[in-house]
C-alpha cells in the first residue's frame, strides 16, 4: 500500500508541475505532445496523451444496445421516482451540487475538456470540470481492501493498443451520469480505450450486481483539440452552496 501511496503522490506532483500556467488557449500541441509524456513511459506503449474533449456531451449515458440499463427493480424505481420529482421542480441530491465532483463514468459525459499526462508508472487525466482529476495506476494489482470514494481507484495496462482500466471503491454517493442512474458501493467499471485516428474510443461495461441484473456496456468517444490550441482551463465551484439536498434527501446545513 506504501508503493501504490508513493506511485499516488508522484503521479500527483507530475499534475501540479503540468497545471502551472495552465490556460484557456495557446499553441496548438501535436497529438501524443512529449511534454505531456514522461520519457521514463515504456516507449512501446501507445502515447494518448494531450488534450481531448467528449463528443455528445449528455445528462444520460444509455447501453451501446439500446433501451434502459438491465436495473434491478428496486434501482428502476429510484431513477423513476427521481425523473418524477424532477418534473414537479423537487431538488434531489447531486453530488456536483455539493462540489463533490463528477465519478465514474459520469465524469466522461462533461463537455468540458481533458488532458491526459502519461508517467512511468500512471497515466493522469486532468478534467477541466469541477477540478476532478484521476489516476489510472499502471501494471499494479488493485489493493485488497478500498476506501469507497466517488471517483473510485484505478488500476490500468496495456493490451497491445487498448489502454483496459478497472475502477472499483466507488460510492453510493456517486452516479452513473446526471440524470441520477444508480450506482452503489459495489459498482465496477471496465473500461478498454484506444485511439481510433484522431479520437479516442473508450468502450466501457458497467458491473454491479447490486442494482442491476447483469453487465452492460456503453460507450464515449473524445477528439483530439491540443491541435487547436486548447488548453484546460479553471473551473470554480462554490463549497457553501445553500439548500443543497444531500444523499439522504434532507438539506446540508450551511455553517456560517
Not at 135 to 161: F, Q
Request: proline share 6%; with cysteine.
Amino acid at each position: 500500500m506504501k508503493r501504490q501511496l508513493l506511485r499516488g503522490l508522484v503521479a500527483v506532483a507530475a499534475l501540479a508541475l503540468h497545471l502551472v500556467g495552465t490556460a484557456t488557449a495557446g499553441p496548438p500541441l501535436p497529438m501524443g505532445d512529449a511534454r505531456l509524456r514522461d520519457t521514463r513511459a515504456p516507449a512501446a506503449d501507445p502515447n494518448i496523451s494531450g488534450v481531448w474533449q467528449v463528443r455528445g456531451a449528455g445528462l444520460r449515458i444509455v447501453p451501446t444496445a439500446g433501451g434502459d440499463p438491465p436495473w434491478k427493480p428496486w434501482a428502476e424505481k429510484v431513477f423513476r421516482d427521481r425523473a418524477e420529482d424532477e418534473k414537479k421542480g423537487v431538488t434531489r441530491w447531486d453530488p456536483t451540487g455539493a462540489c463533490y465532483g463528477s465519478g465514474v463514468p459520469r465524469i466522461f459525459t462533461a463537455g468540458y475538456l481533458t488532458e491526459i499526462i502519461q508517467t512511468e508508472d500512471a497515466i493522469v487525466w486532468i478534467y477541466e470540470s469541477q477540478h476532478v482529476w484521476r489516476i489510472i495506476h499502471m501494471n499494479t494489482k488493485m489493493p485488497a481492501r478500498l476506501e469507497n470514494h466517488i471517483r473510485g481507484y484505478s488500476v490500468g495496462h496495456w493490451e497491445g493498443d487498448t489502454l483496459v482500466v478497472e475502477t472499483a471503491g466507488l460510492s453510493r454517493k456517486g452516479q452513473i451520469d446526471e440524470r441520477g442512474t444508480m450506482m452503489t458501493d459495489n459498482t465496477r467499471v471496465i473500461e478498454r480505450i484506444r485511439k481510433v485516428g484522431n479520437q479516442l474510443e473508450n468502450n466501457f461495461t458497467i458491473i454491479d450486481p447490486t442494482a442491476y441484473d447483469k453487465p452492460w456496456e456503453a460507450r464515449r468517444q473524445f477528439n483530439y483539440v491540443g491541435g487547436q490550441g486548447q488548453r484546460v482551463a479553471e473551473y470554480v465551484c462554490e463549497e457553501n452552496n445553500r439548500n443543497v439536498p444531500g444523499p439522504d434527501g434532507k438539506f446540508i446545513t450551511v455553517i456560517k
